[in-house]
């Protein structure tokens, strides 16, 4: 199986390769798309390491010249010295960096404990009630979003451990009882991870990917601060409601207990006074939120922002060079995502996005604006269906829809991409697969694959809706407010 999947991708890229080239390209932007989908499907079957595949398609696209082409002359001669400049472009890419940082800053919150600490001092306070564990679990997800852009580590780290003890004090377990209280409880994480993942830029790493593609093909894209706005009243309403949704729609049989904030208080008591390495993390968190708010004011990029919280936690010990040097998950994405970034690049430069507005964009030309970018909004979020990551899942599209959004006549291409990317992270919902936490919550077997896929359908439904109503209507009235670059 492992070499059948090895592969597929080199198959079907030269299966797309030796089809007729479509009226209105040349070779080599055939030639490019064919090894672009051909990245596609190894990020979707995954028999390597992800970042491993977006090297190897850079390099076969950087070998055969076809990348940086500028137009759609077939003649372009271009020299290795220049594609291979176009191949490691995505390394200088200031997005892919912030998110590496912002690993590293995960790292800290991590090696100090200070999440676990939040965590458990959250439950001991709202644990007596199942409900306001899930207001808990919620909050701890809230707190650590802004910094940490993988809800796998904020689950897997953090939120996880907590309900894999809380749900055998009650002998709820997966083959026993879970929906006693394990079941709810592990939708919580995941329903949270999402949503969170929504609220901050930085609660996920497919959101400023997503942003850097865009720019990147000529649409202006928002700072921290204003996608924060764009979404509050929405994130607002969402968090609000969640835990009470998963508590009706998904009840657990307990309802309460003293056990629960017993139990956290006691572990919490045990960890004793908040180490001097705790302090110092929280207060360069809190430094660091200042700074990713209010850089406009302070005019400093999210990147170098994220940079000096490095500093920082090494020159208070809070983590080593070594640690730094030895973060392989931060290493590992940002080699992925500076490939990707490369590659869906290259999409505009050989002509490819250009052909497929002129081919597409017709078809919403009869539409008024708004229609056209709630049709998208729809065809957009509801795709995650067909991709088991989201980093994939917009390396795959999102070029194809900025020139889509592009092509509505009398829309502002900036603000329906901003429509359509800020759902990305509760979207990621709807399947047991659809985001980087989602396969840990599932793979607990607290809820089986049916019933998965309902609930994410219910919630992924609920939550568009609420968008629909109050998101795009704040959206068109706060646009002139928000900073775009």
Known sequence: MFYVKLFIPFVVGLIVYFISIPEGLNANAWLYFSIFIGLIIGLILEPISPALIGVIAVTLAVLFKVGPVGSNNIETI?????????????FSDSVVWLIFAAFTIGLGFSKTGLGERLALYLVSKL??????????????????????????????????????????????YADKNPRKIGAY??????????????????????????????SKNGVMVVDWLSWFLAFLPVGLILFVITPILGYFIYPPEVKGSKEIAIWANEK???LGKMPTSQIFMLIIALIGLVLWVGSGFFK???????????????????ITWQDFLGNKPAW????????????????????????????LGHKLSGFEPFIATVLLLMLFSWL????????????????????LASSIKGANPAEVMLILTLPMGFMGIITPYGTGSSPLWFGSNYIKGPQFFLLGGIFALIYMVIYFLVGIPWIKFIMPYLSFH
Request: aromatic share 10%; hydrophobic share 55%.
């Open 384 to 403: 995650r269906y067909f991709f088991a990551s989201g980093t994939a899942y917009v390396t795959a599209i999102i070029a194809v829809f900025v020139s």
């Open 300 to 318: 400093i990029n999210a990147t170098t922002t994220a940079l000096i919280m490095i500093i920082l936690m090494i020159a208070c010990k809070i």
């Open 332 to 359: 590992n994405t940002l080699v992925w995502f500076a490939t990707l970034v490369t590659m869906a690049g290259g999409l505009k430069n050989v002509g490819f996005l250009d052909y497929l507005a002129n081919s």
């Open 78 to 90: 271009i020299k290795d010295s220049v594609a291979i400049k176009w191949g490691l472009s995505g």
């Open 127 to 172: 644990g007596k009630s199942t409900l306001g564990l899930g207001y808990a679990i919620a909050i701890v997800d809230l707190v650590l979003a802004p910094f940490i852009p993988s809800n796998a580590a904020r689950s897997g780290g953090t939120v996880y451990p907590i309900v894999s003890n809380i749900s055998p004090m009650f002998e709820s």
């Open 185 to 214: 409880l592990v939708w919580m994480g995941l329903a949270s991870s999402c949503l969170t993942s929504s609220i901050f830029l930085t609660g996920q790493a497919p959101n400023p990917l997503a942003l850097s593609l865009i």
């Open 268 to 270: 919490y008591q045990a």
